[in-house]
């Protein structure tokens, strides 16, 4: 049991950690005059993904690149099949108020650049350059997109405190103490939890005759999606889940650009066989099903719930066998 204690401890270190990162990059951001549309586009995306990215950096240091490709693509799989599903059997998501086909389109084309340059047989630093630079053009995309809506709707007008209200975790009279704390305590815990975490799963994957691929795919995937679960959980409960689909398209973007972009810049990270002949094609299936909710205006009722979770179940139960 002592390897699935750690393994727990590991990804609860993991998410306090990133936590406690996120809010106090914010602060210190908006501390330092930094706008705070700013600091949701950069800060807050990539604070939000310190774990997997922590996770996948070490992975690949310890000689166990698996895991950090197995983290992200069982991620995105699982961001769409069992983030979405599972809130919505418990009540109606209502994405078809989500105006997000660009940024769908977005993350269909990093997708099929990612699989393109995984048919290379490995993400080297070539592949990490490409990938960030693809990033890049997202986040400059959006910023654009941002700043337009702003100066149309003549939010310029408004105060920046009005846009800081929208920034998770901000808080403009934090205290200086209290963001050097959580700065500290998320640097500290990150790689403390990633390591606790990496390391355990290994002897799991040992343990029970299965691959560090396929735990990274099932395990340590659904360990980082719990952050993403919980709130679309708790938006379906409140009936405000119109912007879940949204935050699923930008997450998995940013898993495939930012997190193996910046791993493959460490080192290399092989893709075996199995990943090339089905994991990669599920996450990608997977991706397109989004589109009646995307293009049709359909929203995500108790059937489609179902249906996404039934079909995470079933390819966990692939991969594991």
Not at 107 to 134: E, K
Not at 187 to 194: D, K, T
Not at 306 to 319: E, F, P, Q
């Amino acid at each position: 049991m002592m390897p699935w204690l750690m393994v727990a401890l590991g990804l609860v270190i993991l998410l306090l950690a990133g936590d406690a990162l996120v809010k106090g990059a914010v602060n210190l951001s908006l501390r330092l005059g930094i706008p705070a549309l700013i600091v949701s586009l950069t800060v807050v995306a990539f604070g939000t993904s310190a774990p997997e990215l922590l996770i996948s950096v070490n992975a690949v240091l310890n000689d166990k690149a698996g895991l950090a490709l197995g983290n992200v693509v069982g991620s995105n799989t699982a961001n769409v099949l069992l983030v979405l599903g599972i809130p919505a059997i418990l009540s109606v998501l209502h994405t078809s108020g989500c105006q997000c086909g660009k940024s769908y389109l977005q993350m269909l084309g990093a997708s099929v650049l990612f699989i393109a340059l995984a048919l290379r047989g490995s993400f080297d630093w070539i592949a990490g350059l490409i990938l960030l630079a693809a990033l890049g053009l997202m986040l400059g995309d959006a910023l654009r997109d941002a700043l337009s809506h702003r100066r149309d709707a003549a939010i310029k007008a408004l105060s920046e405190v009005d846009f800081i209200d929208d920034v998770e975790g901000a808080d403009p009279d934090m205290p200086w103490w209290q963001i050097v704390t959580f700065l500290v305590l998320g640097l500290v815990g990150l790689p403390l939890g990633a390591d606790i975490l990496v390391d355990n799963a290994s002897i799991l994957a040992l343990r029970y005759g299965i691959s560090e691929a396929a735990i990274g795919l099932t395990l340590v995937a659904l360990g980082t999606s719990l952050p993403e679960l919980a709130t679309t959980v708790m938006a379906a409960l409140r009936k405000q889940a119109d912007v879940a689909l949204g935050n699923v398209i930008g997450s998995n973007m940013f898993n495939l650009l930012a997190i193996i972009g910046i791993t493959a810049l460490i080192g290399d990270v092989p893709v075996t066989s199995e990943f090339l002949n089905f994991d990669l094609w599920v996450m990608l299936a997977a991706s397109l099903v989004l589109i009646p909710f995307v293009f049709l205006g359909r929203d995500i009722g108790k059937l489609w719930g179902i249906l996404l979770t039934s079909a995470y179940v079933g390819y966990v139960a692939i991969v594991l066998t």
